[in-house]
């Protein structure tokens, strides 16, 4: 079993509408990081938090420390936003969710 | 110039041939990772250095044979690989090891015959 996972593996959109991403991670953790990989490979670091909620423009990341939850939220999406969102958590190694592929269709 | 840079961007090798990724960051960082990524599976984490020096090896095979010459460069020396091994390889630095946000570079795309 792997330590992150994330539901949806897939997701596909109609252009401005309300995406959730969802994380569960079963190690204990200082911070959860939320990454967008593109296709060509290049990995961008969204979010690092390790409380409460946090807010990008369009994205908000929240997460429950008791729960071990973590959620992306992406409002009024569009099809730049089209990539793979990865979980990651830091233990004695990062562990890394398999990702959820998102497709914004306009 | 970006964080993190990566080069070749893609590689192609026979199962012969001894080649080397290379990875450089301009973040002042101390920590630095190779991680593979297959199709489908999450990134498997092979190497770490801090600091220059290496402190985490998951056991990786030793075709795979890391080398930190300073605390800027990464490099990825390749021998004897299999076509198992060809996948998308991704340095990433942060400041200190396991710690603090990861930067990652666009990726070294390997594929072995």
């Known amino acids: 079993k792997n330590e992150v996972e994330q539901s949806p593996q897939n997701l596909t959109a109609q252009e401005g509408e309300f995406i959730t991403i969802n994380c569960s991670y079963s190690?204990?953790?200082?911070?959860l990081h939320w990454l967008q990989q593109h296709p060509g490979g290049g990995i961008v670091s969204l979010f690092m938090?390790?409380?409460g909620k946090k807010k990008h423009g369009r994205l908000i990341a929240t997460i429950n420390i008791q729960e071990k939850h973590s959620s992306l939220h992406i409002t009024a999406s569009h099809p730049r936003d089209s990539a793979v969102y990865i979980c990651?958590?830091?233990?004695?190694?990062?562990?890394f969710g398999t990702g959820t592929s998102l497709t914004v269709i306009p | 110039e970006t964080g993190v840079t990566q080069t070749p961007r893609h590689l192609v090798m026979g199962m012969t041939n001894k080649k080397s990724l290379k990875c450089e960051q301009h973040?002042?960082?101390?920590?630095m990772y190779w991680y593979k990524q297959s199709a489908k599976k999450p990134l498997e984490l092979m190497f770490v250095?801090?600091?220059?020096?290496?402190?985490e090896n998951n056991s990786v095979p030793s075709r795979f044979s890391p080398e930190c010459p300073n605390s800027s460069h990464l490099f990825l020396h390749l021998h004897t690989l299999q076509p198992e091994d060809s996948a998308l390889y991704l340095c990433?630095?942060?400041?200190?090891?396991?710690?603090?946000?990861?930067?990652f570079g666009e990726g070294s795309r390997l594929t072995v015959l």
């Open positions: 990433a630095s942060s400041q200190e090891v396991l710690t603090g946000e990861l930067f």
């Open positions: 190690v204990g953790i200082s911070a």
């Open positions: 938090l390790s409380s």
């Open positions: 990651a958590v830091p233990g004695n190694q990062f562990y």
């Open positions: 973040l002042g960082h101390n920590a």
């Open positions: 250095y801090s600091l220059e020096e290496r402190v």
